[in-house]
Nanobody, 115 residues
């Protein structure tokens, strides 16, 4: 069983920064790709960023140049560094991985960007 626990969300002013963490437990997660998704009120969940087991990254166009994703395999933790935050980044952010054809999600962490 895989468990994902996000932390690091909160209220930040436009232009500010936050770092989200996703602590994973269960199988050997260093072998899996990891990702961050977000869902704003009234909108569908969307992909924000992914990182493969070898460290290759991919970002949604809306966050390119502002967000970075990284992983610490020794700690089974994935990070999302978010800089120059905008009000449209307001959403619940979810950590995700897929193992043996099963999708695993964290409980989500709220990020609110507002002055």
């Amino acid at each position: 069983q895989v468990q994902l626990v996000e932390s690091g969300g909160g209220l930040v002013q436009p232009g500010g920064s936050l770092r989200l963490s996703c602590a994973a437990s269960g199988s050997n997660l260093r072998l899996t790709n990891m990702g961050w998704y977000r869902q704003a009120p009234g909108k569908q969940r969307e992909l924000v960023a992914t990182i493969t087991n070898s460290g290759s990254t991919n970002f949604a166009d809306s966050v390119k140049g502002r967000f970075t994703i990284s992983r610490d395999n020794a700690k089974n933790t994935v990070y999302l560094q978010m800089n120059n935050l905008k009000p449209e980044d307001t959403a619940v952010y979810y950590c995700h991985t897929r193992m043996w054809s099963v999708d695993y999600w964290g409980q989500g962490t709220q990020v609110t960007v507002s002055s």
